[in-house]
C-alpha cells in the first residue's frame, strides 16, 4: 500500500522537500512507497491528516532565525488527534528568484513571512524600497514571475530548478545558520523515542504556575529542549506553555513526571515521543 | 515643545490608534501637544525613535489572540537602548473593508499577518475561496480598494471612516474579546511602575537554565505575567527569554531578584518599569 503525505504546497516548498526527505528514508529503511499530496495551508495540511484524508503529514514547527510557527502549534492544540512519529531537521537555503535582469527591475519581492523574516537584513540592504508581499509558502508566487519581470520570489534553489526560473542570488539569509525542524504526524500511537512534546495550560497567572512544571522535570534531571509560549486566546495574559523534553514517555520516571504535572495544568495534551531524523 | 510619536502607519492603524490614545492622555495630563510620525515597519518605528528623529515610539508587544509581535521583541532586543514608559491596552474589532457590493465578489483580501489570523476562522467559514495577502500594515492596501471592486481588507472601523470605504461585516475576529497591548519606548530613563519587562539568554540547553531564574522571582513573591521564547539566531535550540514581572525594578527585593538574575544569564536587559494605562 502507498502512504500519502501532505505537506504544504504548491511543489516547491520547503515543506515539500521535508517530505521527500522523509518519503525516500521510508523508502530506504522500510521499503515502502509514498505519494505526496500539497495543500494551501498548514492548518488544512493537518487537517487532512486527522481526517484520514491522508496517512502522514509533514509540518513546519520551528525555525532557528523566526521561531515557532504559531499556526503548527495552534492547530495541533485545536485538533487534539495527531501524534508525533519523528522530527527531522532540514537546512533553509534561501534564493531571490526573478526573471528580471537585475535587482533594480524588482518592485515586489513575494514570499511566506517567515521566509522574508529570514532575509529582512540583506533586504534592507539590498532592495530597500521593494514591497514585500506575504504569501501562504514560499513558490505559491512563482507561477507569475514569467509574466512578471517586475516580480521577484524568496524561495529554495531546488524551487528554481522545478518552476525554471532564474537565480539572481543565493545564499540570502541574514544568517548562514539557518535550519527548519519539521514534524511526522498521525492519527496512529507515536512510536517512542529520544524526544517528547506536549502543552499544557495553567492557571491564570504565573508565580508559581510555571515554577512547579519546570521544577518536577529538573528535579528528575530531565532536560528541556524547548518552552514556548501562546496565549489560550481567552484572554490578554492567559497562555499555553508547549514543551519539548530530552526523554520517552514510556519511560516509567517520564511517565511519574508527566503524571505530577496534570496536577499542575488545567489541561494537559502529550503529542507523543519520537526520535529526530538527521536529513544531509 | 512638540513631543514627536512614530508608529507603524499609513493612517488608520492599530498602532496609530494606541499612539492618538497616548497623545489624548499626554495632552489631558499633562498638557503636552503631540504629533505622529508614521513608519514602513515596526524594525523603523522603534529605529527612528533610537536615532532621535522621534521622542516616542508606540508599538504592538502582544495581541489576546496572535501572541506576541516578534519584530517588536527582536528589534528591541537588537537596539539595546530603548526604554518603556507606559503600556497600553487597546480593544481590537476588525472589519472587512470593501467597495464591492457583497462578500462574494471578492477576490483578494489585504491585511496584516496578525488581523488575516486573528479572523481565520471568519474567512474560512464566509469567504473560503478568497486569495489571502498579508501586508505591513492593515491600512496599507486600502488606498486600492476604490479602484478595485475585488479586493477586500481587513482594517478598523475608524480606518473604514478616514478612508471613507464601506465596510461589508463587522466584527469579524474569530473570538470577542481581543485585545492588544503597546510599549510606549523612549531613550529616556523608565519612569518605574507596577510592570518591569526585561529579556535574557541563558546558555544552551534549559534544564536548570530556566528553573533558576523562574525560582529567583517565585521565592521573592514576584508575580511573572509572560514569558516569551525567541531564538537567538545562532543554533536551532539556543533561546532568549522575554519576561514581564509584576514588580517595580526600584524597589530593593526586585532590584536583589535582577542582580541574582545576572548570575543565570549570558546576557541580561531590563527594558525598564512602567504603569499600564486603561484606555476605554
Known amino acids: 500500500m ?4 501532505s505537506h504544504l504546497g504548491p511543489t516547491g516548498t520547503y515543506a515539500e522537500a521535508a517530505a521527500l526527505a522523509y518519503a525516500n528514508w521510508l523508502s530506504l529503511e522500510k521499503g515502502q512507497k509514498c505519494f505526496l499530496c500539497p495543500y494551501p495551508s498548514i492548518a488544512q495540511t493537518l487537517q487532512a491528516t486527522a481526517d484520514g484524508q491522508a496517512h502522514l503529514a509533514v509540518v513546519p514547527v520551528e525555525n532557528s532565525l523566526e521561531g515557532s510557527v504559531s499556526m503548527t502549534l495552534d492547530t495541533l492544540w485545536r485538533l487534539d488527534t495527531l501524534q508525533i512519529q519523528q522530527a527531522l531537521v532540514l537546512p ?4 531571490m528568484l526573478s526573471s528580471a535582469d537585475n535587482l533594480e527591475a524588482i518592485r515586489t519581492v513575494y514570499s511566506h513571512p517567515q521566509a522574508l523574516a529570514q532575509c529582512q537584513g540583506w ?4 532592495m530597500p524600497s521593494v514591497q514585500q508581499v506575504s504569501m501562504n509558502s514560499t513558490t505559491e508566487a512563482l507561477k507569475y514571475l514569467e509574466e512578471d519581470g517586475t516580480a521577484g520570489a524568496i524561495a529554495s534553489g531546488r524551487a528554481a530548478e522545478i518552476y525554471n526560473l532564474p537565480i539572481l542570488a543565493c ?3 541574514d544568517f548562514s545558520s539557518n535550519y527548519t525542524r519539521f514534524w511526522v504526524l498521525s492519527l496512529q500511537p507515536s512510536p517512542g523515542g529520544s524526544h517528547t512534546s506536549l502543552a499544557f495550560s495553567a492557571p491564570a497567572n504565573l508565580p508559581g504556575a510555571l515554577v512547579k512544571p519546570l521544577q518536577l ?9 524547548r518552552i514556548e509560549s501562546r496565549p489560550t486566546k481567552r484572554s490578554l495574559g492567559e497562555y499555553l506553555f508547549f514543551i519539548d523534553i530530552e526523554a520517552d514517555a514510556t ?3 517520564v511517565k511519574a513526571a508527566l503524571d505530577e504535572l496534570i496536577t499542575y495544568s488545567e ?4 503529542f507523543g515521543s519520537y ?3 538527521p536529513i544531509e
Do not use: E, G, Y
Open 123 to 126: 533586504l534592507d540592504k539590498f
Open 275 to 277: 526520535s529526530v531524523l
Open 251 to 253: 519511560q516509567p520516571f
Open 171 to 173: 545564499p540570502i539569509n
Open 2 to 5: 502507498s502512504i500519502s503525505i
Open 92 to 95: 533553509i537555503c534561501h534564493a
Open 267 to 270: 489541561t494537559l495534551k502529550i
Open 217 to 225: 522535570f529538573a528535579k528528575r534531571n530531565i532536560n528541556l529542549s
